[in-house]
């Protein structure tokens, strides 16, 4: 599980470090979410990472999750929002959250329209993040 928290740490960093718990709850439903269906890896980390990979490194702008292939350093830099990543990670993998958009798969950003997002069922919005299923 030691791993398993880090990866799911990480992805609340980046993708929701300056949002507030219930979104950061939500970021990581999304991975476990992920995690339990058969269309996706089975595990935290390959969810977290996945994307296309050559010689062993992701592909610029071909993840899943952006920040983990944008080229930047994957090292938090915020101590304060490190240690509540983390915090929202184990909780999430203990089971001592819940949701409040039901069982999302995807999510962006309000400042984005991805192209897949016409194609989903929106089942509601937490802070700046929209989910859908």
């Known amino acids: 599980m030691i791993e398993a928290a880090f990866c799911l740490a990480l992805n609340v960093y980046f993708e929701a470090r300056s ?57 938090p830099k915020n101590p304060r929002a490190w240690a509540l990543s983390q915090e929202v990670a184990r909780g999430v993998l203990l089971g001592r959250t819940e949701g409040e958009v039901g069982k999302p798969i995807h999510y962006h950003a309000d400042y984005v329209q991805p192209y897949w997002s016409k194609d989903r069922i929106l089942v509601g919005k937490i802070g700046s993040h929209y989910f859908y299923q």
């Open 19 to 75: 949002q507030g718990v219930a979104e950061m709850i939500a970021v990581s439903e999304v991975v476990m979410n992920r995690v339990e269906s058969p269309r996706y890896p089975n595990d935290v980390c390959s969810v977290v990472k996945q994307g296309r990979y050559v010689n062993n490194r992701p592909v610029k702008h071909a993840c899943a999750f952006s920040w983990h292939c944008d080229g930047l350093s994957d090292t």
